[in-house]
Antibody, heavy 118, light 110 residues
Framework: EVQLVESGGALVQPGGSLRLSCAAS????????MHWVRQAAGKGLVWVSR????????IYAGSVKGRFTISRDNAKNTLYLQMNSLRAEDTAVYYC???????????WGQGTLVTVSS | QTVVTQEPSLTVSPGGTVTLTCSSSTGVVTSGHYPNWFQQRPGQPPRALIY???NRHSWTPARFSGSLLGGKAALTLSGVQPEDEADYYC??????????FGGGTKLTVL
């Protein structure tokens, strides 16, 4: 069974940093590209970042470029999102999602809540 | 800045048919945008329904179908069930770094 479990969400002050993790199981992690997607309370889904299977190619939404870094440790079957210079508008539930063999986001984690507030 | 637009809300009767659409501010939506559709129930993560315009996942009920309609991507629900009440999101790929979700459609079954 494919499972994605996010962790690391917390309350952090503006300007602070946080690292999210996404532990993957039930599939061969090294074969799949991965994404981060976020959702503010009561709002829609917003794509954040993507990484290829080997970790060599990453892309970001304009709103997080230069502040967030996506990475992965294939030996640990874990995806990361390092978030720096956090702003109030980064407050959201952050989901990791797998790119399936069909090229779409076929499996999603349950999400982890990040709150940026003083 | 590119914007992907969906109907904010739609209402359908049980057993009825409803079509949700997904348009792009750049113009016609094509198969090259690889339209995806997701369902999200309250308190749950999104669930993939349709990929590459019209392909269902193994878990997607047959009453859900995807297509291109009038320059937009479309998701049609036929024989709507009460459990179909949810938010629905489309996603379009623009190549390179652009991956955009629509604002979502809140579907009410009433």
């Amino acid at each position: 069974e494919v499972q994605l479990v996010e962790s690391g969400g917390a309350l952090v002050q503006p300007g602070g940093s946080l690292r999210l993790s996404c532990a993957a199981s039930g599939f061969t992690f090294t074969n799949h590209w991965m994404h981060w997607v976020r959702q503010a309370a009561g709002k829609g889904l917003v794509w954040v970042s993507r990484i290829n299977s080997g970790g060599s190619t990453t892309i970001y939404a304009g709103s997080v470029k230069g502040r967030f870094t996506i990475s992965r440790d294939n030996a640990k079957n874990t995806l990361y999102l390092q978030m720096n210079s956090l702003r109030a508008e980064d407050t959201a539930v952050y989901y990791c999602a797998r790119v399936g063999t069909s090229g779409d986001l076929d499996y999603w984690g349950q999400g982890t809540l990040v709150t940026v507030s003083s | 800045q590119t914007v992907v637009t969906q109907e904010p809300s739609l209402t359908v009767s049980p057993g009825g048919t409803v079509t949700l659409t997904c348009s792009s501010s750049t113009g016609v939506v094509t198969s090259g945008h690889y339209p995806n559709w997701f369902q999200q129930r309250p308190g749950q993560p999104p669930r993939a329904l349709i990929y590459s315009t019209s392909n269902r996942h193994s878990w997607t009920p047959a009453r859900f179908s995807g297509s291109l309609l009038g320059g937009k991507a479309a998701l049609t629900l036929s024989g709507v069930q009460p459990e179909d009440e949810a938010d629905y999101y489309c996603l379009l790929y623009y190549g390179g770094a652009d991956v955009l979700f629509g604002g979502g459609t809140k579907l009410t079954v009433l």
